[in-house]
């Protein structure tokens, strides 16, 4: 018997990293899933996306634990793509209990050289796409009079990052979001909260462009040459949080021992947030 025997969780950016390790941490506490990712590249992210066989993957991973998974691929910054990924998970598994609002995407530059582009598929993505989201899901879960919704946003979102302010503005935004919802339907046993991790050890981290971001002194850097400068970055000394770590956070947070839990922000950060107000 699993926490979650019997719900039903639908999740955005679910092919790899927080995604799918969300999807399978609510699946072994018996949650059915739906997935849906964009699995496609976009022009102004620098690093390779996750493809259609990594969302495959994240269902076969979740029904090998004897569950059932919808997984359908979609854009969250569109709305028609999304309210069909909604429509068919509550067609084919009956309802939407948890929601993970969690695509999201990372890109980097001086302030002054992000560029239209860059900054729109940014905040689309990660912050008008959770917008989507929540919107596309919330009608449901207030005609049921329950739910449980988590955001992803990021350290990022609770100070200033050089060189990420689209990425950070986002972020930003999407705690904003969170706080004015909660308030919303805090009477209609629905819980709001985000998630703020610091850096996570998945493919958004581990690539070529990110390992130049942290160390431009080096032509090429591989892992080995980041991982001091980030460990330094931390008050526990590691390099990079676990993504189970932010996985068990998210169970938490969905779970009925959170059910006064609304409304805020949760930072999973090796103690960062120790250093600020």
Same mark, same amino acid.
């Given at each position: 018997?699993?926490?979650?025997?019997?719900?039903?969780?639908?999740? #955005?950016?679910? %092919?790899?990293?927080?995604?799918?390790?969300?999807?399978? &941490?609510?699946?072994?506490?018996?949650?059915? *899933?739906?997935?849906?990712?964009?699995?496609?590249?976009?022009? #102004?992210?620098?690093?390779?996306?996750?493809?259609?066989?990594?969302? /495959? /993957?994240?269902?076969?991973?979740?029904? %090998?634990?004897?569950?059932?998974?919808? &997984?359908?691929? &979609?854009?969250?910054?569109? #709305?028609?793509?999304? /309210?069909?990924?909604?429509?068919?998970?509550?067609?084919?598994?009956?309802? *939407?209990? *948890?929601?993970?609002?969690?695509?999201?995407?990372?890109?980097?530059?001086?302030?002054?050289? *992000? $560029?239209?582009?860059?900054?729109?598929?940014?905040?689309?993505?990660?912050?008008?796409?959770?917008?989507?989201t929540m919107r596309a899901v919330v009608p449901h879960m207030v005609e049921r009079g329950y739910g449980r919704i988590v955001a992803t946003s990021s350290m990022g979102g609770r100070m200033g990052?050089?060189?990420?302010?689209?990425?950070?503005?986002?972020?930003?935004?999407?705690?904003?979001?969170?706080?004015?919802?909660?308030? /919303?339907?805090?009477?209609?046993?629905?819980?709001?909260?985000?998630?703020?991790?610091?850096?996570?050890?998945?493919?958004?981290?581990?690539?070529?462009?990110?390992?130049?971001?942290?160390?431009?002194?080096?032509?090429?850097?591989?892992?080995?040459?980041?991982?001091?400068?980030?460990?330094?970055?931390?008050?526990?000394?590691?390099?990079? $949080?676990?993504?189970?770590?932010?996985?068990? &956070?998210?169970?938490?947070?969905?779970?009925?021992?959170?059910?006064?839990?609304?409304? $805020?922000?949760?930072?999973?950060?090796?103690?960062?947030?120790?250093?600020?107000?």
């Amino acid at each position: 018997m699993g926490n979650l025997d019997g719900q039903v969780a639908f999740i #955005t950016g679910g %092919a790899r990293g927080q995604g799918r390790s969300h999807a399978l &941490a609510l699946a072994r506490e018996g949650a059915d *899933i739906a997935v849906c990712d964009i699995a496609a590249q976009l022009e #102004t992210v620098p690093y390779p996306l996750a493809g259609m066989d990594d969302l /495959e /993957e994240t269902a076969r991973q979740v029904e %090998a634990l004897g569950r059932r998974c919808v &997984a359908v691929q &979609a854009d969250v910054r569109s #709305t028609e793509q999304l /309210e069909a990924s909604v429509a068919r998970a509550l067609e084919e598994l009956g309802r *939407i209990d *948890i929601l993970l609002a969690n695509a999201g995407v990372c890109g980097f530059g001086a302030f002054w050289e *992000i $560029t239209d582009q860059m900054w729109d598929e940014m905040v689309d993505t990660d912050l008008t796409g959770v917008f989507k989201t929540m919107r596309a899901v919330v009608p449901h879960m207030v005609e049921r009079g329950y739910g449980r919704i988590v955001a992803t946003s990021s350290m990022g979102g609770r100070m200033g990052n050089p060189n990420l302010a689209h990425y950070v503005a986002a972020k930003w935004g999407v705690i904003g979001l969170v706080k004015t919802l909660a308030l /919303e339907v805090a009477a209609k046993g629905i819980t709001v909260n985000a998630i703020c991790p610091a850096t996570v050890d998945t493919a958004m981290v581990h690539n070529d462009a990110l390992y130049g971001l942290f160390a431009p002194d080096i032509e090429h850097p591989t892992k080995a040459d980041v991982e001091p400068r980030y460990t330094a970055m931390n008050p526990v000394p590691e390099p990079w $949080t676990p993504v189970e770590e932010i996985s068990a &956070a998210v169970l938490y947070l969905v779970s009925e021992g959170a059910r006064m839990v609304t409304g $805020t922000t949760l930072d999973v950060c090796m103690g960062a947030s120790a250093r600020m107000p």
